[in-house]
T-cell receptor, first 111, second 115 residues
Framework: GQQVMQIPQYQHVQEGEDFTTYCNSS?????IQWYKQRPGGHPVFLIQ?????EVKKQKRLTFQFGEAKKNSSLHITATQTTDVGTYFC???????????FGQGTTLQVKP | DAGVIQSPRHEVTEMGQEVTLRCKPI?????LFWYRQTMMRGLELLIY????????DSGMPEDRFSAKMPNASFSTLKIQPSEPRDSAVYFC?????????????FGPGTRLTVL
């Protein structure tokens, strides 16, 4: 079945360093969504990308959708302690109408 | 807006007991999803409903799990009998429309511990 793989699983950075998580799908996606889950919390929607090659920015966060619509990345510039949490990508399948979540990347930021 | 409401927030039970988790989606949302989250398996979609009708239950682990949505404002996930391996955080989410392109709004989750 369709799978969405996300790497790395964990990332520890010093505050101020950059961070990137990558998401890859075995099949072409209709869209990609990104969610953030704070420790002890629930996933919260960040953004959705739909177009091939699309790039969106939210302050220090940059999201990209690959040209083939099979991969995506989230880049955080100059991390802060408030960025701590697990970041999930979720790929949309046009065939099944479902979102398939990646395993998530847990980010720890040392002050 | 109250968001997605789940109850209870925490449940501790003994193996073999029946467990019922409850969810109230955001008013006006047409799709409802049940997820299970564990360290080992991550976030897994168990079942989702559209307009109160189950659309895909392929993620339901086995016959011990069942889900219902009797009306647009209420859904239950039942485990009978429960087993220790069912220990996890169970999230309910809702979205305005059916389909993979719609934003999902998650509830706070129910942390289930089966002893």
């Amino acid at each position: 079945g369709q799978q969405v793989m996300q790497i790395p699983q964990y990332q520890h950075v010093q505050e101020g360093e950059d961070f990137t998580t990558y998401c890859n799908s075995s099949t072409t996606l209709s869209n990609i969504q990104w969610y953030k889950q704070r420790p002890g919390g629930h996933p919260v929607f960040l953004i959705q990308l739909v177009k091939s090659g699309e790039v969106k920015k939210q302050k220090r966060l940059t999201f990209q959708f690959g040209e083939a619509k099979k991969n995506s990345s989230l880049h955080i510039t100059a991390t802060q302690t408030t960025d701590v949490g697990t970041y999930f990508c979720a790929g949309g399948s046009g065939n099944t109408g479902k979102l398939i979540f990646g395993q998530g990347t847990t980010l720890q930021v040392k002050p | 807006d109250a968001g997605v409401i789940q109850s209870p927030r925490h449940e501790v039970t003994e193996m073999g007991q029946e467990v019922t988790l409850r969810c109230k989606p955001i008013s006006g949302h047409n799709s409802l999803f049940w997820y299970r989250q564990t360290m080992m398996r991550g976030l897994e979609l168990l079942i989702y409903f559209n307009n109160n009708v189950p659309i895909d239950d392929s993620g339901m682990p086995e016959d011990r799990f069942s889900a219902k949505m009797p009306n647009a404002s209420f859904s239950t996930l039942k485990i009978q009998p429960s087993e220790p391996r069912d220990s996890a955080v169970y999230f309910c989410a809702s979205s305005l429309e059916r389909g993979a392109t719609d934003t999902q709004y998650f509830g706070p989750g129910t942390r289930l511990t089966v002893l």
